[in-house]
């Protein structure tokens, strides 16, 4: 299976958003390419609720369930509705570095779940060389960050996929509907473990871990549910770096992770992606630099807005 960077970074709990598809990955030997429409299939249950705005209904539980346990109760103290957040995107190519492109999180509030609002899109002067279209969002539950539902829906350099997946937590159970488009869907059961965390859900999950009990070289074990596949990975802490230089913004406090990557047609064997997050109580990622199979690339924070708290690991210009 194909791994791109895109999700990879989404999932190792740090918005990079669009970073991957500024490096193209060749997809001719998939088969797709179709355009996206925009009209649900009666098999895509609830969509238009999902996609204006309301509380997605409540399903019902697979038997027998289990009681999840208290590690999946995450209490959120970091965000809020309203919070959004910019990065800008830059492709490392023979040694000139490339504007490629942006990402965007925002946060909606709903009476029992965030909605959260994951959008790619490149730049008008990159796309000679690769277009990418890219929609995600996740509904998550307020008393656990935990996902209800995943929602994804990509074009790609003409390679388009949309996947809808609803969580069943308690149950552990979740069913994709997963096409090429949303016209296009063929569902798959699958098995969870506890405490099963999105693209999505497990940077907001990750922005609520308490840094100041972590040791260097510590590693917090993650797993997330990706492309049908269930991925166990984990982010190594290491430590604080102080007055990091953003370039465009400022010079910050930071704290720097190092999350695990899989080896395959974007990261290499040994490759190492270095994430520096603001050493305050927001903990947004700031800067996130990796190489690639060719080249490397970097998402650099561009605009914030509707924080929770004031931004206090700014130092300077």
């Known amino acids: 299976m194909k791994i791109h960077l895109l999700r990879i970074a989404l999932f190792l709990a740090l918005p990079l958003g669009l970073l991957m ?24 249950p609830d969509f238009d609720d999902v996609h204006f705005g309301k509380e997605p209904p409540v399903p019902e539980a697979f038997h027998p369930p289990f009681v999840l346990s208290d590690v999946c109760e995450t209490d959120n103290k970091v965000f809020q509705p309203g919070e959004k957040i910019v990065y800008k995107l830059y492709y490392n190519w023979n040694f000139v570095w490339l504007a490629a492109g942006e990402v965007t999180f925002l946060v909606h509030d709903l009476p029992n779940q965030y909605h959260v609002m994951v959008r790619g899109r490149t730049y008008e002067s990159y796309e000679w060389f690769y277009k990418v279209r890219d929609n995600y969002e996740s509904y998550l539950d307020k008393k656990t960050l935990l996902p209800k539902i995943h929602i994804k829906d990509i074009n790609e350099g003409g390679y388009t996929r949309y996947d809808r997946t609803t969580f069943y937590q308690h149950a552990g159970k979740a069913v994709s509907q997963r096409g090429r488009t949303r016209d296009d869907l063929s569902p798959k059961q699958m098995t969870l473990d506890e405490c099963m965390h999105d693209l999505i859900s497990i940077v907001y999950y990750a922005r609520n871990l308490n840094y100041n ?9 993650l797993k997330i549910l990706m492309d049908q596949e269930i991925y166990p990975i984990a982010l190594k802490y290491l430590g604080p770096e102080k007055e990091k230089k953003i370039r465009g913004v ?14 395959g047609d974007v990261f290499k064997e040994g490759d190492e992606m270095k994430i ?11 800067l996130i630099e990796s190489p690639v199979s060719v080249g490397s690339v970097k998402a650099v924070l561009k605009t914030y807005e509707g924080l929770k708290y004031p931004m206090t690991a700014f130092i300077d210009k």
């Open 276 to 286: 520096y997050v603001s050493d305050d109580e927001n903990k947004i990622p700031v």
């Open 250 to 263: 400022g010079r910050f406090n930071t704290q720097k992770f190092s999350p695990q990557l899989i080896a």
């Open 21 to 44: 598809n500024v490096s193209p990955v060749d997809r001719s030997g998939e088969g797709f390419g179709w355009p996206l429409t925009h009209s649900a299939p009666a098999f895509a």
């Open 213 to 221: 009990q972590m040791q260097t070289g510590q590693e917090i074990p």
